[in-house]
C-alpha cells in the first residue's frame, strides 16, 4: 500500500491514538531507539499496567512490535508498516526525545530489566 492509498479511517485511528502526549512521545522514542516497558515505567513516571495499555494500543495498528530477547520483550516501532510513512512525516516535525533515555542512563535506569 502507497501512502496516497492511505484509508481515513485507519489514517483517523493512527493520529488518534498518537494525538495522546505518552503515546507519541513513546513513539517518538522509538523511532531512534528500542525500549522495554520498565523503561517507558521510568521516563513516564507511571505504571506497568499503564504502559502496557499503551504499547497494546500501539501494537493493535501496527506501529509498535516488539522482539523477545531472552525473558524480555523490547518494542520497537515498525518501519515495515503501511502507515510508517504517515507516522514518520508527523515524528519529524517533533523535538528528539533521547535525552530521556540518556537521564535514565545517567540514574543507571537504562534496561533495567536486562
Known amino acids: 500500500m502507497r501512502v496516497s492509498t492511505v ?3 485507519k489514517a483517523a485511528a493512527i493520529l488518534k491514538l498518537l494525538g495522546d502526549k ?3 512521545t ?3 522514542i522509538l523511532d531512534s531507539n528500542d525500549c ?6 521510568e521516563i513516564f513516571k507511571t505504571s506497568q499496567p499503564a504502559i ?24 520497537s516501532l515498525n518501519k515495515d508498516n503501511d502507515y510508517y510513512p504517515l507516522v514518520q512525516n508527523l515524528l519529524q516535525h517533533l523535538p528528539n526525545q533521547d535525552f530521556k533515555l540518556d537521564e535514565l542512563e545517567e540514574q543507571g535506569l537504562r534496561i533495567t530489566c536486562e
Not at 36 to 41: G, N, T
Not at 52 to 75: A, F, N
Request: proline letters at 0%; hydrophobic letters at 40%.
Open 7 to 9: 484509508e481515513i479511517e
Open 22 to 24: 505518552t503515546r507519541l
Open 26 to 28: 513513546m513513539v517518538k
Open 36 to 41: 522495554c516497558v520498565c523503561e517507558f515505567v
Open 52 to 75: 502496557s495499555q499503551h504499547i497494546r494500543k500501539l501494537k493493535d495498528v501496527g506501529i509498535v512490535r516488539e522482539t523477545r530477547r531472552g525473558q524480555w520483550i523490547i518494542y
